[in-house]
């Protein structure tokens, strides 16, 4: 039986500032390799969004599998439960980073040289 830990800094304020910051820096980086105009913006978007899902994704597998529930081991029983339970706390999380993601792809124009908005 696993224990319930109480909210804190560490255990839900850092994943939480982490993905924060992910959605403000990586539509940035993103801009560095993509191509100015509405085409590369969505793409920005997207890829900025999967790669955040992505390392989501992974943390709560990881967060999962190192408490050796009896979750756990029903999950490695049924494939097809542990990839709609994960996606559903990934998309969960989107309540924290999307709006942000939205606004930081959002001011990439105002950086572009050669295309106008």
Not at 21 to 43: D, N, Q, S
Not at 63 to 82: D, I
């Amino acid at each position: 039986m696993t224990i319930a830990q109480p909210i804190g800094l560490l255990n839900t304020g850092g994943p939480i500032l982490a993905l924060l910051l992910l959605a403000i820096a990586l539509p940035f980086l993103w801009a560095l390799f993509l191509p100015e105009g509405v085409p590369g913006l969505f793409a920005n978007f997207i890829l900025s969004a999967l790669v955040i899902s992505a390392l989501v994704f992974a943390y709560f597998i990881n967060w999962h599998m190192g408490r050796n529930s009896e979750v756990t081991e029903a999950l490695l029983a049924q494939p097809g439960a542990f990839w709609a339970l994960y996606s559903g706390w990934a998309a969960k999380t989107a309540l924290f980073w999307l709006p942000v993601l939205v606004l930081s792809v959002a001011a990439q124009p105002r950086r572009w040289k050669e295309v106008v908005w």
